[in-house]
């Protein structure tokens, strides 16, 4: 029963206040500057709430205060409208004018990021191209170590197979030597034997008839 009562009571509450119309005090004032330190005075223009004014003299003994306004206006408003800070709707104002200043370096922060964001991938990409290049440069080097290798070891070879060659060379040159001088020697003993066989002739020549005469002689 009692959370009833107490529920009847709230939607009662509710709709008596939706059912009150609400109204607000306006932050609007107009204040007169004169052409001097009271009300006798001519007004030269009304001032309106939150305007910027510059202090040019404010006597202790008066109720005025001698202004200036922006648009170069001198007069004299009353020192008890006057304030040292900003009214309500001017710092609303300022406090609109620094909302829109911080939105437009958070979206100037955002295109930072995006740029950021933007280089970053820019720069991963280069790396990879970089890193894609520092391979095949690797695999060329390698390639090019290898055939250096393999040139040295030919260039080697081929020393060797100089070396070789020379030596073959000076054998065959000593080959040919012996050869030229084993012919000589052939040729001597060719000579030689040959020598020997007409110096045989003659002497059977001579001798052979000489000894034919003899035995004849001997058998007569």
Not at 76 to 102: G, M
Not at 164 to 172: F, G, K, P, Y
Not at 197 to 215: E, Y
């Amino acid at each position: 029963m009692k959370y009833l009562i107490s529920f009847v009571a709230a939607m009662l509450l509710t709709t008596a206040a939706q059912a009150v119309e609400k109204r607000y005090v306006k932050d609007e004032l107009w204040l007169p500057l004169r052409t001097g330190p009271g009300q006798e005075y001519r007004i030269i223009k009304s001032l309106q709430s939150g305007e910027h004014l510059i202090l040019i003299e404010q006597p202790e003994d008066s109720d005025y205060t001698k202004v200036k306004t922006d648009k170069g206006d001198e007069g004299f408003v009353l020192t008890r409208f006057l304030d040292d800070e900003p009214v309500a709707k001017e710092k609303l104002i300022l406090a609109q004018r620094e909302l829109e200043s911080v939105r437009e370096q958070l979206q100037q922060a955002e295109q930072q990021r995006d740029d950021l964001q933007q280089q970053l991938s820019s720069t991963s990409n280069s790396s990879e191209s970089l890193q894609q290049q520092n391979m095949e440069l690797q695999q060329e080097l390698n390639r090019i170590t290898a055939i250096s290798e393999n040139a040295l070891a030919l260039d080697e070879k081929a020393k060797k197979l100089t070396l070789r060659n020379q030596d073959l060379e000076i054998q065959v040159e000593a080959l040919t030597a012996e050869n030229a001088q084993l012919r000589d020697d052939n040729r001597y003993t060719y000579l030689i034997y040959g020598g020997g066989l007409v110096v045989i002739g003659i002497f059977a020549g001579l001798v052979l008839p000489a000894l034919r005469s003899k035995r004849s002689s001997s058998w007569v």
